[in-house]
């Protein structure tokens, strides 16, 4: 397990969770990133639920901003990033549609998030390793 996916899991610990999706991610690279831990959760506040309305997951928002800050900017990668999410989900990346298709197969949307947290994490990890 990454250092980023254990700092996102402790994040996701708190109780109660006082970090969306995107902060989630913002905070676990907020110093890599030049940024402190509640500049990151301030920039990834609106962006929880889909920009709060349900469009495109907070988590994956949030790791377009990650990527952004770390200089890539390819639209090859920043694709395969989008690509490689949404292969995982029968094509979806908005907030509303993914946490509709968890609820029907029974999931609760606590583990979803989290998982999408990780997903994200984990593809950043990838993405940034291989530039």
Same mark, same amino acid.
């Given at each position: ?18 970090s ?9 690279? =907020? *110093? ?5 831990? $509640?500049? !990151?959760?301030?920039?990834?506040? &609106?962006?929880?639920? #889909? ?5 495109t ?28 999410? =949404? *292969? ?5 990346? $908005?907030? !509303?549609?993914?946490?509709?298709? &968890?609820?029907?197969? #029974? ?5 979803h ?19």
């Amino acid at each position: 397990m990454s250092k980023h996916t254990e700092r996102a899991k402790e994040l996701r610990s708190e109780v109660p969770v006082s970090s969306n999706c995107a902060q989630t991610v913002m905070r676990v690279y =907020a *110093k890599e990133i030049g940024l402190d831990e $509640d500049l !990151a959760a301030a920039i990834g506040s &609106n962006f929880g639920g #889909g920009m709060r309305c349900g469009a495109t997951c907070g988590a994956i928002a949030a790791g377009y901003m990650v990527l952004g800050a770390k200089g890539i900017e390819s639209p090859a990668v920043l694709n395969e990033f989008r690509k490689c999410i =949404a *292969k995982k989900h029968d094509g979806m990346t $908005d907030c !509303a549609d993914l946490l509709r298709a &968890n609820a029907a197969r #029974g999931g609760d949307k606590k583990t979803h998030c989290d998982n999408m947290i990780q997903e994200v994490i984990e593809l950043i990890d990838e993405l940034t390793e291989s530039k």
